[in-house]
Nanobody, 123 residues
């Protein structure tokens, strides 16, 4: 089973940037679609971004398009989420997700999940 560990969360002022990382412990990482999902206090989990195993195609939620960029390094078994122009509404726990099918990440039904990392954006 794939194990995912996120890092890079923290407190930032509105307009600032953060980069999240997610390291995967699997020998088949390059076969997995990977993504990010977030959950704000009192709200349901929300899809943020996902990329195919090759990184050739990345999908973003409308709320983060143009501000967030997801990338992956298959040699390091790691994916990243670069978050720029952060807003208070981006405050949430961010979860890394992995699945053989990208669609399963989009519908929040991924096979593997990390423990989450807190991102807090102050106004």
């Amino acid at each position: 089973q794939v194990q995912l560990v996120e890092s890079g969360g923290g407190l930032v002022q509105a307009g600032g940037s953060l980069r999240l990382s997610c390291a995967a412990s699997t020998n088949t990482f390059s076969s997995y679609a990977m993504g990010w999902v977030r959950q704000a206090p009192g709200k349901e989990r929300e899809f943020v971004a996902a990329t195919k195993w090759s990184g050739s195609s990345t999908h973003y939620a409308d709320s983060v398009k143009g501000r967030f960029t997801m990338s992956r390094d298959n040699a390091k078994n790691t994916v990243y989420l670069q978050m720029n122009s952060l807003k208070p509404d981006d405050t949430a726990v961010y979860y890394c997700a992995g699945d053989l099918k990208l669609h399963n990440i989009v519908i929040l039904a991924a096979e593997a999940w990390g423990q989450g990392t807190q991102v807090t954006v102050s106004s």
